[in-house]
């Protein structure tokens, strides 16, 4: 059971997850980032970057 | 007058004409102007992806922003497109006596840009980060590098490619990067040419021209800005910001392109 | 010691090792080495030409030299893959350390060259004229421009290309682009790095290396040379009679393949 | 019938002749180089000239 890195609440995920995707924790509203599908990991999100390029 | 600098973006879009704009660089070189001109290559980068079969990828970022997904292939396939423009450019520029000299960023870290660990995107209504990007943002300039060149009287001709802290090569936008430029050289003006004639009030109503933005108020005007052109807005308040005098937004398609935006044709800013 | 300035000639071939190279290069430069780097970009064109749809076409000159047609779209293909290779040399060297600066000849012009209006091939056996094809001999370079970016401590990284008098871009063998910079900055040392140990007496058994030719003797040992290795040996010559002192043809495969041929490994020639 | 530039004797050409191929003069020696299939041109070949390129 992978569980919310701030508040230890449970994550639920989509059925359909994608690698890299946000996960907000529906308890305390941290932003968690799958870093890997399998395993399941996740970690904090980094903050938004703006993102510009050609 | 004349050693006031100008710094150019050559709009990547495909509607500029390559041969009139280098007539009309020729003129300003033979008035002694001194000039550094930066492109694009966001078009001729989709074509040649296309063709060697690794189509770019494309999503918007939180703030409303589309841009590439620029894996180490896809920088790759930019490094070469970026280069055939700038040695086409080059090419055309020294048939008319121009002594161009082609760059990227990358060479002699002319643009030093900070590589986004992970970026932020919407794709296909899902948000996720993407880590292995190799975009940057364009921070600081080698600008020691780029008076020489110009003290040599050469025109620098510079591709959109910079280089991160640790010597990694980097996709960044045209607009910005020709705005540190602008900024790290004191340039008198930054002409960012595209395919309207500038900021148009509602796209694509092209007599809806916003003629003056005053520094002041960008913000506010940034909210009639799409897509690129929102770019090159943001690109402006940064230059000014830093110091350069006066933004024209101009139409890359007049027979005279950058002797227009230099007499205010264009959106004028600052 | 350290004024004396060496040119590289890169090896176009696969078998060179980037990382070695440039590591030897970071060295050579900790030790305040005055460096032109050249590189050629044959088989990174016929791969990208391949994928492109537009194979490169080899014909064989009457003297026996055999050389790709180099048709406009061949050009650019030509440009977009040195471009590569320049990028990635740039990259690799700046992640070391070393302030590098990618140029190609037609930048600033600084390899004039003469554009040969008509060429004479064999093809399936007939004899005929080619016209249409952007070859170029090297013949000066602009020393001013190199000499300025090397006293400002920078390695310039050149492609292989030339600029003919009116300004057309050329596609230049890297050799003998090599051997006119090396003489045109009177250079000390000209390196041309390759992946064999050298001119072989009976090519291709790697034992039967020739260590030393004296100047006056080029011509005859040039029988050895076939195919590229032929262009070296003519490169080589054309550089010694311009008043560079010592070239040296040596084996890219080595671990500190720059080091090494300066220290005679391979075969030394005047 | 396209005769030689310089001795103005007849030429025969191959049946699969090229575009730009170089046809000596049987009778003066002269080369001449096809300019055009058609119609068919001739100019004199210019001289050899080396060819070195990557």
Known sequence: MTTCLECDAPLTFPPDLIDGEIIPCADCGAELEVLSLSPLQVGLAPAVQEDWGE | MTNELMVVKLGGAAGIGLETLCDDVAQLRRDKRRLVLVHGGSDETNRLAEQLGHPSRFVTSISGHTSRVTDRRTLEIFMMATAAINRRLVEQLQARGVNAVGLSGLD????????????????????????DDWTGTPERINAGLLTTLLDLDLVPVLAPLGISESGEALNLDGDRAAAVIAAGLKAETLILLTNVPGLLRNFPDQTSLIHH?????????????????????????????????????GDARQPAPVSAAMDGQGTVIG
């Not at chain 2, 002319?110 to 880590?131: D, P, T, Y």
């Open chain 2, 108 to 131: 002699g870290r002319v643009i030093q840009a900070r590589r986004k660990e992970a970026i932020r995107v919407i794709e296909n209504g899902r948000q996720r980060i993407i880590r």
């Open chain 2, 213 to 249: 933005i005053p520094q002041g108020e960008i913000e506010s005007f940034a909210q009639f800005a799409e897509g690129r052109m929102r770019k090159k807005v943001l690109g402006a308040a940064e230059a000014l910001r830093a110091g350069v005098r006066r933004v024209v937004i």
